[in-house]
Structures are given as structure tokens and as C-alpha cells.
């Protein structure tokens, strides 16, 4: 049987807009056009509910990061802002990332109640990166970490994020680093962007082990990442036995996307959350944000096969070949970092 699927989006999200000295940068709003094509399309399969966004509040951003920040981004309101290389708002991007973060709470909140099992948030613009007390790689507020602090203050006693964007969630990272109750796991190519993710990043304190990096060189491909999830990422599902799973959905690992060098496929993907939502209990719910995704073609096949996953409506295709040489090697020492906290 179909999980119904809740969903967020918001028009706020397309004022997020480059630069005229930028037209050409990756994070456009033509993004969201992809991925709101591919939910179109899994509209044909599976009950889609929507669910309005609106702002957080100050108190909800400050769960994550710093007063002082949130003062900053609110003075950028309503203009033009660079806050690095890579990150800019635009007039309405402050009043759009709010938003985001708002909506992937109200994400939290329908999964929470009861309203569906499954869900994704249609953002922008993305989080993972956004740190405590600043913005970087194309990200103003961490929507996940907000959703994750939210699932926490109402209650969920365990949260876990998975994020398989192929850049590190660094900012992710640093706002659990320290805390037992959200354990957070990376797959990410290495070295790449933003330099963090090692497997030696475990985490602090009564933290310590519940940050598990899965650092992985170029060229990884299906059967890579579906040996990861199948040997790394279910068996953690199982013994943490979170209340809430929340996913940072990137789809910038994918082959043709333009920013990095891996070669995840669309089916890939789909095996992907297939093997998650495998290792779950049925009630378990499951939340995805949007993070990357930077080739529009990919984006959208990447993300009906994984809301075709998530939905319990089509199994995934299997990978194919056999995981070997440094990746083998790249896989072995992250299981080796996790048997001290987790037995796999």
C-alpha cells in the first residue's frame, strides 16, 4: 500500500533569484521548477497533501543558530546581500529562506500528528551548509537542523538526518556535534567542498559517535552507495531506532551533475531510500528536504524515483557490479570508525 505524501512549498521560494552579474549560477529557481515537475508526477501514483509553509520564528531559527546571525539576515531584508563567493540574496531571499525553514517545521509537524508517513519539502533555498552563527554555499538558514530542533522540542525523543548530498552538510554537523538525541550521517564525496566530512569527525562530549561521516572519493557509483546504505546507513537505522528520520536530499551526486564527480544514476537514487525505508519500522516517518541537485534533467528523474521509493509505490532497480579498490578500502575504515558507538 501507497504512503500518502505531505507536501511543502511555497511561492516565496522562486524570489530567491541570482544576481544580474550571476545569471548563470547553479542555485535558480528553475530548480524548483524540476522538482515540482516530478512531484506532478508521482501526484499520478500517491495521495499528495499539500501542507502551506510560513515563517519561522525567531525562536524556532534560534534553536539552530545564533541571535546575532538572525539579526544580520533579517538587516539583508528586502535587498541585495553577498555574504560569501558563493551566497547571495536577493530582495526576497531572506523572506523566502524564513520561509523554508518555517516549512520544513510544518513538514515536522504534519508527519508528527499523524497527517502522513512520508513527506518532502520543496525548499530554497537550501540549508545543509548554513552554520550556527553564518551563511555559506548558497545556504541562509539550515532548514534540516531547524526541522530536527523543532522534532526534538515537541518531543521525538530520537531524531536521525541522512544526508546524501554530495557536498558535506558541515553546518548540519555543527549544530549536533555535541548532542546524543540527533545522530547524523554523511555521504559525501571527498575531498570536495566545504573541506569537511572526514571519517574522524565523530562528534563531542555525550556526542561522540552520533556524527558518522561517509566520505567517499570521485568516480562512486551505484553499487557504492547502495553498499553503503546496505552496510552502514540501515544497520544504524535499526539499533538508533529514531522517532523521526529526516533526509537532506541532494541530487548533485548524480553523473551529469555539473558541480562534483560521482556517478550516482536516478535508480540509484531510488535504492537508495528503498534500503532505508527497508530498515524502518512501517511508522517510523520519514521527512525529505531539498538541498542540491544542480543538472535540472537529473534533478527531476532523481527525485521521482526516490518519492517513488519513499511512497512504497515502485521498488528501486538494483545496482550493478561490485564495490572494489579504494572505495572498498573508503567503506572498511568508516565501519571501523562506527564499531566503537554502533555494532554493524
Not at 13 to 22: L, S
Not at 39 to 47: C, D, G, K, P, W
Not at 73 to 89: P, Q, V
Not at 147 to 167: C, Y
Request: hydrophobic residues 45%; glycine residues 10%; negative net charge.
Amino acid at each position: 500500500m501507497a504512503h500518502a505524501l505531505a507536501v511543502v512549498d511555497d511561492p516565496s521560494f522562486d524570489e530567491h533569484r541570482p544576481p544580474a552579474d550571476q545569471p548563470e549560477h547553479p542555485e535558480c529557481p528553475a530548480r524548483l521548477a524540476a522538482a515540482r515537475r516530478a512531484v506532478e508526477a508521482i501526484a499520478r501514483s500517491v495521495q499528495v497533501i499539500p501542507v502551506p509553509a510560513r515563517r519561522a520564528t525567531e525562536d524556532e531559527l534560534c534553536r539552530v543558530h545564533t541571535p546575532a546571525y538572525i539579526e544580520e539576515l533579517g538587516r539583508s531584508a528586502g535587498t541585495w546581500a553577498t555574504f560569501d563567493e558563493d551566497t547571495y540574496a536577493a530582495p526576497g531571499s531572506v523572506t523566502a529562506a524564513l520561509t523554508a525553514a518555517g516549512g520544513a517545521i510544518e513538514l515536522v509537524n504534519a508527519l508528527s500528528e499523524g497527517r502522513a508517513e512520508r513527506g518532502v519539502a520543496l525548499l530554497r533555498p537550501p540549508g545543509h551548509h548554513a552554520r550556527p552563527g553564518g551563511a555559506m554555499g548558497f545556504c541562509l538558514v539550515n532548514n534540516v537542523a531547524v526541522a530536527a530542533a523543532h522534532a526534538r522540542a515537541r518531543g521525538a525523543e530520537r531524531v536521525m538526518i541522512v544526508d546524501f548530498d554530495v557536498h558535506h552538510g558541515n553546518g548540519t554537523q555543527e549544530s549536533f556535534y555535541a548532542d546524543p538525541s540527533v545522530l547524523f550521517v554523511s555521504l559525501h564525496q571527498f575531498p570536495l567542498y566545504p573541506g569537511t566530512g572526514s571519517v574522524g569527525e565523530l562528534g563531542s562530549g555525550e556526542g561522540r559517535g552520533h556524527t558518522l561521516n561517509v566520505p567517499l572519493s570521485p568516480g562512486a557509483d551505484d553499487a557504492v552507495y547502495a553498499a553503503a546504505f546496505a552496510r552502514i546507513v540501515a544497520p544504524l537505522c535499526s539499533e538508533f531506532a529514531p522517532s523521526l528520520v529526516l533526509l537532506s536530499a541532494g541530487f548533485d551526486a548524480h553523473r551529469a551533475d555539473p558541480l562534483a564527480q560521482m556517478h550516482l544514476s536516478d535508480a540509484g537514487y531510488g535504492q537508495m531510500v528503498r534500503s532505508l525505508t527497508s530498515a524502518l519500522p512501517p511508522n517510523v516517518p520519514i521527512g525529505m528536504v531539498l538541498e542540491g541537485g544542480y543538472d535540472l534533467e537529473a534533478l527531476e528523474a532523481s527525485l521521482v524515483r526516490t518519492l517513488q521509493s519513499l511512497s512504497g509505490i515502485a521498488a528501486a532497480d538494483g545496482p550493478t557490479g561490485a564495490v572494489a579498490g579504494r572505495h572498498a578500502e573508503e567503506l572498511a575504515r568508516v565501519e571501523a570508525a562506527v564499531r566503537p558507538y554502533f555494532h554493524l
